[in-house]
């Protein structure tokens, strides 16, 4: 089993980076296979509604979202963290988390997802929010922890003196340790839960 690890900050030892290395020391403890891709630093350009990735199969500029595809569709689980820039996350992560998900074609129901933020003090319950629905539309469960999966510091590893933040992140790994496994379970009894032919409609329609 394993999880794909997003990091969303341009700073690769920046404090969204130590709680991502909090959950994969419990992963590792675990036996559960990780990768860590740091995307925040990479010239990521957002989604122009081409509608090529549904001819192709993936998205028609090829950069690191259709590199890391393969990762992401063999993967149990996906962790994506990111730094809060005005109550959001990242601009360059939520492009990559946009092409990402709306190019590839394979189906993501039951990978479990979590997000994870890091802030100096506010902007951290809407930015949680924000990453967890490319998750919620994508029918991937998402794992919880024992508070709003968050990390406070300003300066790169004031984080570590978080004692509450990094316990959330422990938590976090070890709930979606056991959904992963319990999931893995239920596919082999059950298989995976019955889709619909997708309908799509809006309001004039």
């Not at 700073?11 to 403890?29: C, D, I």
């Not at 990762?71 to 005005?86: C, H, I, M």
């Not at 998750?135 to 922890?145: G, L, N, R």
Request: aromatic share 8%; net charge neutral.
């Amino acid at each position: 089993m394993n999880v794909l690890m997003i990091n969303g900050s341009p700073r690769p030892n920046g404090n969204t980076s130590l709680a991502l290395r909090e959950m994969e020391s419990v992963f590792k403890a675990e036996s559960i296979e990780t990768e860590t891709i740091q995307i925040g630093n990479k010239p990521i350009r957002g989604c122009i509604a081409c509608g090529q990735c549904a001819e192709k199969g993936r998205c028609v500029f090829d950069d690191a979202v259709n590199e890391i595809a393969p990762k992401f569709e063999a993967a149990d689980g996906l962790v994506v963290g990111s730094p809060v820039y005005y109550a959001s996350a990242n601009a360059t992560l939520v492009a990559f988390l946009t092409r990402l998900f709306y190019s590839t074609p394979f189906d993501k129901t039951m990978k479990v997802g979590a997000a994870v933020v890091a802030a100096r003090r506010g902007g951290l319950s809407a930015t949680f929010d924000e990453l967890n629905k490319f998750f919620t539309v994508s029918s991937m469960p998402v794992a919880p922890s024992q508070y709003w999966n968050s990390v406070h510091g300003r300066e790169s590893g004031q984080a570590a003196q978080d004692a509450e933040g990094l316990q959330t992140m422990r938590t976090l790994a070890r709930n979606m340790t056991f959904l992963i496994r319990s999931i893995e379970l239920g596919k082999e009894k059950y298989g995976l839960p019955e889709r619909e032919k997708f309908q799509r409609t809006n309001f004039i329609h």
